[in-house]
Each structure stands twice: as structure tokens, then as C-alpha cells.
């Protein structure tokens, strides 16, 4: 493995620097000069038509972006993820979340063997028992159809199903649910299944490593849960046997632990594997979208890994300049780095995107949330960024306030569908064109904002013009679809993996490991004993901790 080029040092940043502080940004000039500036910077990518335009930059920005690239060894880098070598250094791993997608006939080694016959095996086992659930066909111990599958799973185990499950919820079977159990507060494990059958409900248990205390502990309760209910009801005797044969139908798992999965009591031949060589956040693509499968059958699953397959080849082989998630992933160092811009906003302009922010999170801040590179030196510019966002319109009147005429530079993808889902008329008007007319009409506003003497041509009085002009060259990420089908949704995942990939590369940091996670998870081991009143463990505890403690206990009936 080669060593991490330090991008502060490649003759592109130093440009960069020099361009950035020479640069006065004014994207109303640049369009009025340039009338093909829009078609200059419109990318396709599969399905998605990015318009990139209205982007702090000018051609020669454009070109030492794309030098940074190319002297960091961007394209070398995606090789050798693509090639399997063992980019996540610190775990010693490949990195082949693109093996998921691959089609039957490629070959992608790991260590000198073809993983895609088993990701196909695995993935045909996944489709078999998703369609015994749909038709059916697999019941409950008391020989009801399945109606409600719950995922019991946290971070890359939760947020990739629960997300794509909420955006293709059109293509749902109806009289099928899915339902997502995360969180370790008890309340999240009630509100899931208060109000289920226990007769009709099958746990999915999803943990790359099942030794996730939060998966393991909710899928205890959910046990218990199941059990005391088929029991009570008397669906069940209660007895040994019949406990297991109820938990052999009611609990399947995901997992690279299958002897773990063993252990915990379910049937392996119920257990769907997956690779160490799969991230945790970019594995909804393997066994972890089981319950997706369930929801929107093999067919559609189909669809959407085919979707992340286009976009991973478009991310292979087209050139820097053309290539849609290097050039947005160069946009946002040129930001990150060179405006000291903090956070990025994720705007979608689809309700059924609802959870793709969050989904974001989990992608881009484990990824590049990271202080030193792939050997170990410190990482020697600021990395990561804070992604956020809501959906529109609901955003533009709570937050977009700041980003019109705030201090920060806050730069934005906006996200859009050109057909609805669910297309309504209010009296004449298709609701659908009002609600896109607000994205263009965001971005333009970011763009171009509003010019004292426009503000006063309004008639405003003096004292409050300030307030009311817009600075605009506030920059912003057009990406939209023609529909939100299954595919167009493994593309735009698949846009953002490789989006993160390449600001990773530029930072020369290994994306793929979060030992980030890893001292909270112990010390909430620790913490625990002090918790439940363990005089000594409290006393080892620091001042504030205690107190805190102390406050609990005390409030606790
Ligand atoms: O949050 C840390 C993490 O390790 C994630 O990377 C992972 O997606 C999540 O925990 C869940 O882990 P597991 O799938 O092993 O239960």
C-alpha cells in the first residue's frame, strides 16, 4: 500500500489557495457572461441529470480541482478499492461494498477468490425466503402469514433498510409491514411492538458482528416479547420445544458472526451472511436489506442494486472530468478546505427521502470523521463534514433563514423528483410543479440573491433594506431524477459512497474503519455497574459523572 500524498503539498493546493484568495465570487456576472455556463457544469450519471453550476467556481477552479485529483492519486485509489486490496488499512480489510452489486458473470477478487458467485448465492437465499414470507408460504409457529417483519438492527444495520424502506414505500406489498427497532431506550423496543401479533410477526435480527449490545439486548426483549405472548394466548405450551420451534419462525438473522448467531438460538439455516470486506454503512446492498427485500420483493431489490451498479460503473470509468461523484467530492474540499465551510445541508425534494439526511450521517460522518490518515500521521487539513438536512419545503421555514443570510457558508445539494409519487391537483394547479417551482427557485435565490437597489425598486423603506438583501454566491448541488424508483434510489446512495470515497482520498484517511465508536461502547460497559448501584464502580467514576448518577438514582421510582 502506498503512503497517503499529502494534498496541502500537491502544486493543485497550492493553486487552489491562490485562486481561492483571488477569487471574487459573483454567479450573477458569471451566468449573464457565460450563457452556456448552466450546460458547461450539467453532469448525467445513469439516471441523475446534476447541475453543478452554481458552484463557486470557474473553469480554472474546475481544472486545479480536478489536478488535486489526479496528484493525490484519486484514480489510483478507486482501483484499488474496486481490485480488492485492503484500502481499510487499520482493519486489514478490502472494501468491496461494490462486490454486492456486481452482476452474476463479474469476477471480483478478494485475496485471489471470486466473492460474486457467493454474493449471488447469498442473495438468491435472501430472495427465496423473502418470497416464502410475501406468498405466505412461511408462517408463524401457529400457521399464520407473516403481516409485520421487524428489523431489529443499529446504525449500518438500521439506517440503510429503515431509509430505502420509507422511500420506496409505493412499492410496498400491501398487507405487508416493516417496522426498524434501533435504539437501546426501551421505549423505541415498545412503540414497535405494542400493538403487534405476535403470531403474525417475524424479528430480523441485523448485526454485522451480533455483539452489538443494543441489537443483542433489543432481541432479547423481543424474544421475551414473543414468547410470553404466544404463551399467554396459548398459542404455544410454553415448554422447551415449543419455545424453540416458535422462535425457529418467528426470528431470522444477518450477520458475519453465524456461529454468534447460533448462540443466541437461531436456526443458522434461518441466517443470511455477509463479508467482513461489507462497511457497516454501506451495507443495506447485502444480506442487511433483508427486511427490504420482504417489503418490496426480489424483483425491486433487483432494481435498486442494478441502480447502485450504474452508478459504481460510471464512478470507475469515466474520465475526472465528467466523473459526477469526483467532482462533487472536490466541490466539497474546495468548500471544506479552502472556505473553512463546516456543514453541508442535504435537501431533498421528495417526502418518501425523509430519512436520507440521517441515512447521510452515518455515511459521510463515520466515514471522514477522522483526525489521522491511513498510516497513522496526523491528517494534515480539516476533514469530514457535518452533513445535515430535512426535506423540503419543511426546511425553507425553519433553517434556510441562515443559509440565505447567515454568516457560514453553507453549501447545499437539493434534491429533486421530476415525477410525484402521488400526484394531486389542488383545483387547477398540479401540487407537484408548485413544489418543485421551490427548489429552482432556492437555488436561484442562493445564487444570485437580492441587491439593495432591487430591494428598494420594492419600495422598502431605508432603515430595513439590509435586511433584506441577499448576498447570493451561496453554492448549490442541483441532482435530480426522473422518478423515485428503487433504481434511482441505489444511485443516489451509490452517488454519495463514492462522493465520500473520493473527499477520503483527497485526505488520504482510511474511510472505512470508526474506532471513533468504540470508547463510548466500552464506556457505557463500565458505567453501567455505577448505574444500577454499585457503590465502588460509582466511586471510580469522575465528579460530574457521579452527580449525574446520583441525580438519576434519586429521581428513579
Ligand atoms: O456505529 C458503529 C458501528 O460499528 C457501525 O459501523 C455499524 O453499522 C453499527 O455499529 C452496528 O454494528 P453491527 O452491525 O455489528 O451490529
Redesign the pocket.
Known sequence: MTSPVDPTGTPAWAKLTELQQNLEPDLRSWFAEDPERAKSYTFTAADLFVDLSKNLITEEIKQALLDLAEQVGLTQRVEQMFGGQHINVTEDRAVLHTALRAPQDATVEVDGENVVPEVHEVLQRVYAFAEKVRSGEWTGVTGKPIATVVNI???????GPVMAYEALLPYKQDGLEARFISNIDPTDNYLKTHDLDPETTLFIV???????L??LTNARLARTWLLDGLTASGAISGDDDSRKEAVAKHFVAV??ALDKVADFGIDPANAFGFWDWV???Y?VDSA?GTSLVVAIGPENFADFLAGFHAIDEHFRRTPLEQNVPALIGLLNVWYSNFFGAETHAVLPYAQYLHRFPAYLQ?LTM?SNGKGVRYDGTPVTTSTGEVFWGEPGTNGQHAFYQLIHQGTRLIPADFIGIANPSHPLQDGDTDVHEVFLANFFAQTRALAFGKTADEVRAEGTAEAIVPARVFTGNRPTNSIMAPALTPSVLGQLIALYEHITFTEGAVWGIDSFD?WG??LG?KLALEVTPAVEGDAEALAQQDSSTQSLINYYRSQRQ
Open positions: 438492527g443499529i446504525g449500518g444495520s438500521d439506517l441485523s448485526s454485522k458482528t451480533f455483539g452489538t443494543e441489537t450477520s458475519t462497511g457497516g454503512r451495507s442487511i452515518q463515520e470508526q465508536v468504540e461502547k
